[in-house]
């Protein structure tokens, strides 16, 4: 490779890479639910994307190459290791998630009504790992089906499928949450006191 | 009810992920119908809560810096140079890409045995170098399921002298794959199973490893598959298993 090529895809690297650098951060935060595991991740992950960039097809996707790095990266840490270890053998992608109970107050009206965004980050951050970024794939870094199956390496219908379960996760986890703060209050939909 | 076929393709139309000519007919629907109407709202503001609340984490102004660093490309060369030196350089690329295209392939190819053999030692060297125990090989095959991007076969291994130990998922060149152990002898052997296209270096059949590595291997690609068979039992063994994965595909 000659001199001028070699800085020519430096150059690449940096324009590409630089201003994916605090959603990557975000998404390693996430992850590792740790400053320190998120920064060495990031770090790993752009060390490793520059010494393969030059197996990186120019025009194709580079955010879900990078991405997919950081995840497998994320993976093969100590961390992932133990978070993925905690996943059922048999996780089946089509089982249905049980409904919440609740009818009338749905979660996400209860939420909306209490403003609670730490409620929804505490209930993001209880997820599985592997519902939780998906949800942060779709929802926040707003990739489409085919980026996300990309980054995950699933099929799309398993994009669909493990996206819409984090979905029902979330909406049954912030449940609960609700209740709890709600104390003694007898609230609508409930049968409390009955 | 009337809408529950709707409300079941809700998110994916929300999302916008709905095919085009489904879209017109779902708008329709929407806006005719309050209770989807309503159900689509409160999904929209929950994705835009989902927006806000998951952008919660920024780097520290010191990690950006040192990243910045690293990231940032190196200054270019003044090219302001003689047009002898500009004919020797176009020499030296011409004759430097002929001998790395070929030290490129070799290279890549010998990096990817490499990291193939460390998969098998490091995995052997662990306390628990399987994630799914089972000698059924119908306990194992489905364990993958969802967890790596396709599909592969398990020989039956009656009247073998192979038993199946177990197996776990794994990563090679950023590529997720599967790693089943496998019992001869006392011998432990390895079979590595990724996507072809997926790999970087261009490896052909029954490529032989390197000589440093001192253990029989076998590679070929099949149905779109690249497997890796590695051990340090005889190559013979090797072979026989390889036999049995490419007739079971």
């Known amino acids: ?194 | 009810m009337v809408c529950e076929s709707w409300k079941e393709k809700l998110d994916t139309y929300l999302d916008g992920e709905v095919p085009q000519e489904e879209m017109r007919s779902f708008h329709a629907h929407v806006r005719s119908c309050t209770s989807c109407s309503s159900d689509a709202l409160t999904r929209v503001q929950m994705k835009r809560a989902i927006h806000v609340a998951g952008k919660r984490y920024t780097p520290t102004a010191e990690f950006r810096k040192r990243m910045q660093q690293k990231i940032a490309a190196k200054p270019r060369r003044s090219f302001g140079l003689g047009w002898k030196f500009a004919v020797a350089a176009a020499a030296i690329i011409v004759v430097g890409t002929l001998t790395s295209a070929y030290l490129g392939t070799r290279s890549g190819r010998d990096q990817v045995f490499s990291e193939i053999a460390d998969l098998h030692v490091a995995t052997l060297a662990s306390s628990s170098p399987v994630d799914v125990i089972s000698t059924d090989r119908h306990t194992v095959k489905p364990w993958f399921q969802g967890k790596i991007p396709f599909a592969f076969n398990l020989p039956e291994l009656q009247n073998t002298e192979f038993s199946l130990l177990g197996g776990r998922m794994t990563y090679l060149e950023q590529t997720p794959g599967a790693h089943l152990i496998y019992d001869v002898r006392k011998h432990h052997i390895s079979v590595f199973v990724f996507q072809e296209r997926s790999l970087p270096a261009r490896l052909g059949d029954n490529s032989l490893s390197p000589n440093r590595l001192s253990f029989s291997t076998e590679t070929w690609s099949q149905g779109g598959l690249r497997y890796f068979v590695i051990g340090d039992a005889s190559a013979a063994d090797i072979d026989s298993l390889a036999k049995l994965f490419k007739g079971a595909s």
């Open chain 1, 1 to 194: 490779m000659d001199l001028s090529g070699a800085t020519l895809q430096l150059d690449s690297f940096e324009e590409l890479a630089t201003p994916l650098f605090d959603q990557l951060y975000n998404f390693a935060h996430w992850l590792t639910q740790n400053r320190e595991e998120a920064e060495d991740l990031v770090q790993e992950t752009y060390v490793k994307a520059l010494k393969g960039f030059s197996s990186f097809q120019l025009g194709t996707n580079f955010r879900a190459w990078i991405y997919r790095i950081l995840r497998n990266t994320f993976l093969t840490s100590r961390k992932g290791l133990k978070v993925t270890m905690t996943v059922p053998l048999y996780f089946d992608e089509d089982e249905d998630i049980p409904e919440a109970t609740i009818e009338r107050d749905t979660p996400e009206t209860i939420l909306f009504a209490r403003s609670s965004q730490e409620s929804l980050q505490k209930a993001i951050d209880e997820l599985p790992v592997h519902f939780r970024e998906i949800l942060l794939l779709c929802e926040v870094e707003e990739m489409s089906y085919q980026e996300i199956s990309e980054t995950l390496s699933v099929p799309i219908g398993t994009v669909m499928s493990r996206l819409s379960r984090a979905r029902q996760t979330l909406r049954n986890q912030l449940q609960p949450h609700s209740q709890q703060q709600a104390g003694p209050r007898i609230d609508r939909g409930t049968n409390y006191g009955l």
